[in-house]
């Protein structure tokens, strides 16, 4: 059964997206050993156990008073080359050990031996990855392949590449949806215990205040005069100082009255 054709040119479309190489070229200023902030990095990221080459021209030669080192590393800790004074091509194949990103840093340092009139060199990086990395004029002579059976080879393990990545976009979407779920969950239950106290320090108050209300009451029937704040102080933390506050007022000038 025939593929449509919509089909197979968004599928071709993919394809290219991905065999596409990351090419860049840039200036690299120079700088003395002691300045910080002197790495210049570029980023890419990559899936686990995929082949990476990065290849690196600098312009310049050895001796002109200007070194450029090269480092790769990724966001967890894993060093995949280190490289000192390179001049001209520099090219270097590794395997990443994480999903992660990589970083391709260069640094140009003066080394001060002589005068330098444009403390500047021209990098040119390459990185391939994946299928793109694998040299394919050798494993076409050494299998002995057609061309176009190794230009389908070549499709079919970037056809791989595409659905290994959409499997790892899935994974990583669930895992941030259910992040966001647990989270949704705490923050209600947060919420529910914030409301609950809230009501039983609503509750307190009503229970205390007609209590206090009460006694106030009973006093002023019985015509004496009953010192509220020696008897209620420890309580009055409890509450709103500034309402228990006028409402000892009011009630002082009560009994007042009425013991007189």
Known sequence: ??????????????????????????????????????MRCIRNFVAKDTLVVVTSIVSGSKGD???????????????YGRAKDVVGEQRTVFTSHADAAFDVCYENILDGSKYVQTPQKTVELDVDIGADAKDWSAIQATEKLKPVETELRRIEEMVAEIVGEMDYLRVREQKLRDTNESTNTRVKWFGMLTTFLLIALWAWQIMYLRAY??????????????????????????????????MDIVANMLLIRGHF
């Open 1 to 38: 059964m025939a593929l449509p054709r919509s089909l197979l040119q968004y599928i071709c479309s993919l394809v290219l997206l991905v065999g596409v190489s990351q090419a860049l070229k840039f200036e690299l200023q120079g700088m003395l050993a002691h300045y910080d902030n002197k």
């Open 65 to 79: 008073g200007m070194v450029v080192n090269l480092n790769i590393k990724d966001a967890v800790g894993n060093e």
């Open 213 to 246: 209300f009460r006694f106030l009451r009973s006093s002023l029937m019985k015509g004496t005069i009953y010192v509220f704040d020696l008897c209620l102080r420890p309580f009055t933390g409890w509450a709103d100082a500034a309402s228990l506050g006028s």
